[in-house]
């Protein structure tokens, strides 16, 4: 197995930052989050025209308050003839102290949203009360306190809005967007998706997304041991995205394409220093999904086909899922699932997360080739009593050596068993 650099306290992928522990010696990791939210509504409007008897429109007038608090501190001591000095080996640029480092970033948000909305319902073709249209306006200011080894404050004023429209019980339409009037002012985003049931035909669906917007905080400014690691003044980032899928009921068959381009895109490079790209990058997905039925045998199948820039991307041009499994009734009581998931992706470079940066990043030192993952399974449910388990990464049992990386370094945990119970009782 290759060496690591961070692990989690399961041992699993990378799924929760605030659970990663780095494999370091004498580094530690602290992530911790605060949020407490109020919401107040005042409705009015809605009624029965009595003459009519159709529903007036109604009005809802919304304030949201939102605190945040946020800290990340990432703190490593070097120890002579330890990991950590493999790791800053790698990256000697982050290592301004022979004794080690440190960083730590403190935020505090403070939000107040002021929105109206209204609506008007109507009744479909089978008499189902439905939303006919829904307008929203908005403004939401979002005051920020950041401390990184120093005080700063940020202030944003966003203007919002959102349009949905249902014209009949075949179409669905709705169109959001935000421009930020004060702090990076000019950010916007405008995004757009509509439904069309076109009945034995099948089902389109479209989606839009265009936005502007600033790089981050650790993209710009860095501060590692009091001293400015990086202090950058990237260009706003342009990005672009049309997707669709179309759905053909008569072979249960879903496809979608979805194509996105990005202009002065910002990542973290194999050094472990953001980098903004000059040109415009890309990346084309396509993804198919299938559902296949013999008696009670279920077959379900979703593949992802995908191009991208990988100078910029990392990402496996092919990853499927699959899960084979029966479904069926025991004793005339017990239903059963009984059968085995599957998952894999082709050869890839996955991203590296880097615990003293905290971001994800490119990396050269270790390229995957196919990998797979398979997990049996069994479930059964009797009115409320529900029971079930599964063997995750059976496979290892056959070639334990292949592990599954979808994060550089870290590899998805050894087989294991999991199981669960669920007994609900009402009265």
């Given at each position: 197995?290759?060496?690591?650099?961070?692990?989690?306290?399961?041992?699993?992928?990378?799924?929760?930052?605030?659970?990663?522990?780095?494999?370091?010696?004498?580094?530690?990791?602290?992530?911790?989050?605060?949020?407490?939210?109020?919401?107040?509504?005042?409705?009015?409007?809605?009624?029965?025209?009595?003459?009519?008897?159709?529903?007036?429109?109604?009005?809802?007038?919304?304030?949201?308050?939102?605190?945040?608090?946020?800290?990340?501190?990432?703190?490593?001591?070097?120890?002579?003839?330890?990991?950590?000095?493999?790791?800053?080996?790698?990256?000697?640029?982050?290592?301004?102290?022979?004794?080690?480092?440190?960083?730590?970033?403190?935020?505090?948000?403070?939000?107040?949203?002021?929105?109206?909305?209204?609506?008007?319902?109507?009744?479909?073709?089978?008499?189902?009360?439905?939303?006919?249209?829904?307008?929203?306006?908005?403004?939401?200011?979002?005051?920020?306190?950041?401390?990184?080894?120093?005080?700063?404050?940020?202030?944003?004023?966003?203007?919002?809005?959102?349009?949905?429209?249902?014209?009949?019980?075949?179409?669905?339409?709705?169109?959001?967007?935000?421009?930020?009037?004060?702090?990076?002012?000019?950010?916007?985003?405008?995004?757009?998706?509509?439904?069309?049931?076109?009945?034995?035909?099948?089902?389109?669906?479209?989606?839009?997304?265009?936005?502007?917007?600033?790089?981050?905080?650790?993209?710009?400014?860095?501060?590692?041991?009091?001293e400015t690691l990086w202090d950058n003044n990237f260009g706003k980032t342009l990005e672009l995205r049309l997707g669709g899928a179309y759905t053909l009921?008569?072979?249960?068959?879903?496809?979608?394409?979805?194509?996105?381009?990005?202009?002065?895109?910002?990542?973290?490079?194999?050094?472990?220093?953001?980098?903004?790209?000059?040109?415009?990058?890309?990346?084309?997905?396509?993804?198919?999904?299938?559902?296949?039925?013999?008696?009670?045998?279920?077959?379900?199948?979703?593949?992802?086909?995908?191009?991208?820039?990988?100078?910029?991307?990392?990402?496996?041009?092919?990853?499927?899922?699959?899960?084979?499994?029966?479904?069926?009734?025991?004793?005339?009581?017990?239903?059963?699932?009984?059968?085995?998931?599957?998952?894999?992706?082709?050869?890839?470079?996955?991203?590296?997360?880097?615990?003293?940066?905290?971001?994800?990043?490119?990396?050269?030192?270790?390229?995957?080739?196919?990998?797979?993952?398979?997990?049996?399974?069994?479930?059964?449910?009797?009115?409320?009593?529900?029971?079930?388990?599964?063997?995750?990464?059976?496979?290892?049992?056959?070639?334990?050596?292949?592990?599954?990386?979808?994060?550089?370094?870290?590899?998805?945990?050894?087989?294991?068993?999991?199981?669960?119970?669920?007994?609900?009782?009402?009265?």
């Open positions: 197995m290759d060496s690591s650099f961070q692990r989690n306290e399961t041992g699993g992928e990378i799924s929760n930052l605030a659970n990663l522990v780095p494999y370091l010696d004498e580094t530690r990791l602290r992530h911790s989050y605060r949020e407490i939210m109020a919401t107040q509504y005042l409705q009015f409007g809605g009624k029965t025209d009595s003459v009519s008897g159709r529903e007036k429109r109604a009005f809802t007038l919304r304030h949201r308050f939102r605190y945040d608090a946020r800290r990340y501190r990432v703190s490593s001591e070097v120890l002579a003839g330890s990991d950590t000095l493999d790791f800053y080996r790698d990256f000697p640029d982050l290592l301004l102290d022979v004794r080690g480092v440190r960083n730590q970033i403190e935020q505090r948000t403070i939000e107040n949203d002021f929105t109206i909305s209204t609506f008007r319902r109507s009744t479909s073709a089978d008499k189902a009360t439905v939303q006919k249209d829904v307008l929203e306006a908005g403004l939401t200011h979002f005051y920020h306190r950041i401390k990184q080894d120093g005080d700063s404050t940020v202030n944003n004023l966003l203007a919002h809005a959102k349009v949905g429209l249902r014209p009949n019980d075949n179409l669905n339409i709705l169109v959001s967007g935000q421009l930020n009037l004060i702090g990076q002012t000019g950010d916007y985003r405008v995004e757009g998706e509509g439904v069309l049931d076109l009945g034995k035909a099948g089902k389109l669906e479209l989606n839009a997304l265009n936005q502007l917007y600033a790089p981050d905080l650790v993209q710009q400014v860095y501060r590692l041991n009091g009921p008569v072979v249960k068959i879903r496809a979608g394409l979805a194509y996105s381009l990005l202009t002065n895109y910002v990542y973290f490079n194999a050094q472990g220093r953001p980098e903004q790209a000059d040109d415009v990058n890309s990346l084309l997905q396509l993804t198919l999904e299938r559902d296949l039925r013999f008696g009670r045998w279920n077959l379900t199948n979703r593949l992802l086909l995908q191009e991208a820039d990988q100078d910029v991307f990392r990402l496996p041009r092919i990853y499927g899922e699959h899960s084979f499994y029966y479904a069926g009734k025991w004793f005339k009581v017990l239903n059963v699932n009984l059968g085995v998931d599957v998952r894999y992706a082709t050869a890839f470079s996955p991203y590296y997360y880097n615990p003293v940066i905290q971001q994800f990043q490119l990396q050269e030192r270790q390229a995957r080739g196919f990998q797979y993952q398979v997990d049996p399974f069994f479930s059964m449910r009797v009115t409320r009593f529900r029971f079930f388990v599964k063997y995750i990464q059976a496979n290892n049992l056959i070639q334990p050596e292949k592990l599954l990386y979808l994060t550089a370094d870290h590899p998805y945990p050894d087989e294991a068993l999991r199981f669960g119970v669920s007994w609900r009782l009402l009265d």
